[in-house]
């Protein structure tokens, strides 16, 4: 099959476009032939060598994707050949920037006819993510208070909307060019950046969502209030030390599993989460689609159409 792969980590040049091995769909998996798969703020850092070591080469990348089922390994009962799913890889593996992914049948859920692969490959891991963080380690409530860094970037946009779905009030950062975009997705404060610094802009928040990382990260205790809690995912796989006693810093544990892809539809389906702004690339462009996303100003999402 054809793949975007790498063989030695570096810059988004290193990324081939090529044939690399098939991929077999072992006990309890299903074989997908991918239509789209997404580009995560988590794919260049392992490109370029700054994340957890690679299993071996050829290395492809993606951890998220839409497609149709083409095979079925022992033991599974849920689905048959031709159905429509999308998923989010198990964490360790990757490989949907491919024509083909082996995954475990409980990863993936159906695609509804209502949304594109484009569109669901371009929704899995942000909203698991967002849904984890939010929901099911910051515990979100209608009235709270919630500061999200990053707001214009993927798995914060819809965060954004699900915090506003959930009853809360939503401040934001973002680039000025971002403002109008991030208030369109339900943010009511968005703090400049740039020109701002955000810990005299905003206080007495009950939470923080980290996405963007950085200095960014330790100064995010400032804003809370006393028994305030904040949740971050781009500053490692360990939650910060919080500069005060009086605060919880906690890591989102992003296990993934079919019952957040079903919640993700579910979200769409009612309105309360559209779907991000999506660029699409093919999988030979993977080295520009790279750079867009290693730049870190990124509007939405980036997704390879595959077929
Ligand atoms: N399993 C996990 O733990 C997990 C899962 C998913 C993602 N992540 C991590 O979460 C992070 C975000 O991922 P993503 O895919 O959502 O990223 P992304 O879409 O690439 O985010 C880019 C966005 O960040 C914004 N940004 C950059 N610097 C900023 C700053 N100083 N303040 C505010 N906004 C800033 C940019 O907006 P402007 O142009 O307005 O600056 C841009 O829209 C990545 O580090 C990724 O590795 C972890």
Known sequence: M??????????????????????VAGARQVLVDVHAASINGADWKVRAGKSAAITGVPYVLGRDFSGAISALGDGVGEFRVGDPV????????EGAYAEKIAIKAALVARKPASLSHAQCAALALIG???????????????????????????VAGFAIQLAKHIGARVVTTASAANHAYVRGLGADEVIDYNTQDFTQAVSGCDAVFDTVGGEVTMR??????????????????????PPRADVASLRPNVTRDRAHLERIVALVAAGAVR????????????????AVSEARHLRGKLVFKVR
């Open 2 to 23: 054809k793949a975007a792969y790498f063989m030695q980590h570096g810059g988004p040049e290193v990324l081939r476009y090529g044939e690399v091995p098939d991929p």
């Open 86 to 93: 999308f998923g989010v890889c198990d964490v360790g593996q």
């Open 128 to 154: 698991l993510t967002a849904l984890i963080a939010i929901e099911d380690t910051l515990q979100l409530k209608s009235g709270e208070k919630i500061l999200i860094q990053g707001g214009a970037g993927g």
């Open 220 to 241: 995010s205790f400032a804003v809370l209030r006393p028994g305030g809690r904040a949740a971050f995912i781009a500053s490692g796989t360990v939650a910060p030390v």
């Open 275 to 290: 779907v991000p702004e999506i660029a699409l690339y093919r999988l030979s462009e993977a080295a520009a689609a790279h």
